[in-house]
């Protein structure tokens, strides 16, 4: 296989975009071409899970290409529910690897914001199984409100702990101008004050209004080169060195042991196989904290910490900016925002601005490896990327 | 008559299954719907709950209390549960009710009740 780089990104604001679903898409791809110097695209990857359901806008990847006047490039739309994002990517990289292509641009768009909260949580909710989940009312964030009860009976993590994620990754957001929520919040004032229970109601109880994502419009390019290519490039060489991928039961009651999301541990271990590396060499990462129980339990799943033990990392400050493995810097889902076609790409955007060092105040000092995990269903579908900088 | 959950039982190896699957997930050797229909026991242990008040569009209710509850042969299966305080660990009984209006079509599923 040959080697792949990242040569350019580009990322929207996630917030709420009013415009076409496929000129936000289009947005960041602009942004990356400028910046990876306008190199001859030979195929258009666009992940994307609402363009149909949400946007009446069916083949996003046929009206992308023309839409950016890359014609008669190869397009293609890639819907693979959250992990849309980082499947692409996938399919990206094994176009350069094979030698197929020298470069591709892959990007992630979503428009989420068009419908209102009603259809938005129905339209996620179809990721479940249709007769042992959907039927009963079950949704994303009652998955996680069950598997986080499991988590605390089991480990002992607690909502402060679930706080000091959402906490953590809110100041984070504040140095990321384009992060959906730029809100300081505190342990205390989402969880001590008088007024907690109005300002932070449960929603999937023992899950609260803050330890769940925004539902976010947004986009996010990366374009990738073959070595020849990328090494011809005034830039840093920031090399894809590994991708991994899994899969697990649909309906998570299937799952023999219900507190473990194999999928994560095994894509991780895949990405980072590939990539040579050890999860100790890792400097920063983002993972998928669509719920902040996320972030604690793959940050023990991809190997940074021992099962059961994530909790107590976040508690020493490991996790956080000037910790010894700083996660999500980029504010995370949590308050960077989760368009959920977008997120995989979004992750791999902070991922090379970081290991490029251009991450200006939330910059990971020296940061030469860097790893994303992007999840999809809950935990039925994961990708996960190794990005290594080259000196 | 009374209404049952099913788990598929694969006519080769004997595996059960709930939900449905095409191809059993054990010997992976069956035939198209190669399953016997078996009739899964109601009462069981709730392993967790959750109670959820962002709701479908479907059910005009304030929350919707759901849970996985692990029955007596061991096949775990989410449903609704209809207890005021549960807690994990209780025994639990099912019955088969109307779970989601969609338009005009009704679902039927399992709620669970405290023994």
Redesign the interface.
């Known amino acids: 296989m040959r080697e792949v780089y990242a040569i350019g990104v580009g990322i929207t604001s996630f917030t709420r975009l009013e415009y076409p679903l496929s000129e936000i898409a289009a947005y960041s791809g602009m942004m990356a071409m400028k910046e990876a110097g306008f190199p001859n695209i030979a195929h258009l990857y666009v992940a994307n899970m609402g363009g149909c359901a949400l946007n009446h806008q069916a083949g996003l990847a046929s009206a992308v290409v023309d839409s950016m006047s890359l014609t008669p490039a190869g397009a293609t739309t890639i819907e693979n529910g959250p992990a849309s994002g980082a499947s692409a990517i996938l399919q990206g990289f094994l176009g350069i690897a094979s030698g197929m292509y020298e470069t591709a641009m892959v990007i992630g768009a979503e428009r989420m914001r068009e419908v209102d909260?009603?259809?938005s949580?129905?339209f996620v909710?179809s990721l479940t199984?249709p007769?042992?989940?959907y039927?009963?009312?079950?949704?994303l964030?009652?998955l996680a409100?069950?598997?986080t009860?499991?988590y605390m009976?089991k480990y002992g993590v607690t909502s402060r702990h679930l706080a000091m994620v959402a906490v953590k990754n809110h100041a984070n957001a504040m140095d990321n101008f384009f992060a959906h929520l730029h809100e300081p919040i505190t342990v205390a004032g989402i969880l001590d004050s008088p007024e907690a229970m109005t300002n932070n109601?449960?929603?999937?109880?023992?899950?609260r209004f803050y330890d769940c994502c925004p539902v976010s419009d947004g986009s996010a390019c990366v374009i990738l080169a073959s070595a020849e290519v990328a090494k011809k490039m005034n830039k840093p060489l920031i090399r894809l060195a590994g991708v991994g991928q899994a899969t697990d039961t649909h309906?998570?009651?299937?799952r023999e042991e219900?507190t473990d999301l194999l999928a994560v541990r095994r894509a991780a271990a895949q990405a980072m196989q590939m990539a040579g590396i050890k999860p100790g060499d890792v400097h920063v990462a983002e993972l998928h904290d669509a719920f902040t129980i996320l972030e604690i339990v793959e940050s023990e799943e991809v190997g940074f910490f021992k099962k059961g033990e994530g909790h107590l990392a976040l508690e020493r400050g490991e996790t956080s900016l000037t910790g010894k493995i700083p996660i999500n810097t980029s504010g995370g889902l949590k308050a960077k925002g989760h368009p959920v076609g977008a997120t995989g790409v979004g992750q791999a955007h902070e991922i090379v601005l970081q290991l490029r060092g251009e991450a200006g105040k939330r910059q990971v000092k020296n940061a030469r490896v860097g790893f994303t995990c992007n999840f999809g269903g809950f935990g039925n579908n994961v990708v996960c990327l190794t990005f290594i900088r080259e000196e | 008559m009374e209404m049952n959950l099913y788990g598929y039982k694969c006519k080769k190896c004997g595996q059960l299954h709930?939900?449905?699957r095409m191809v059993c997930k054990k010997c992976k050797r069956n035939a198209h719907n190669e399953f016997d229909l078996v009739p899964l026991p109601k009462n069981g242990k709730l392993?967790?709950?959750?109670?959820?008040?962002?709701?479908?569009?479907?059910?005009e209710v304030a929350k919707?209390t759901?849970?996985?509850v692990e029955l007596e042969n061991g096949i775990?299966?989410?449903?609704?549960v209809s207890i005021q305080n549960p807690h994990?660990g209780m025994q639990v009984k099912g019955k088969i009710e109307a779970?989601?209006q969609e338009g005009y079509d009704t679902?039927y599923?399992i709620v669970f009740y405290e023994v």
Not at chain 1, 135 to 139: E, N, P
Not at chain 1, 201 to 207: G, K, S, T
Not at chain 1, 251 to 254: D, P, S, T
Not at chain 2, 76 to 80: A, C, N
């Open positions: 909260n009603l259809e949580t129905e909710a199984h007769l042992a989940e039927i009963y009312g079950v949704t964030p009652s409100g069950m598997f009860r499991l009976e109601p449960y929603v999937a109880d023992p899950l309906a998570v009651q299937e219900p | 709930y939900p449905y392993l967790t709950f959750t109670h959820l008040y962002t709701l479908p569009a479907d059910f919707l759901l849970g996985i775990r299966v989410t449903g609704q994990m779970v989601r679902n599923g």
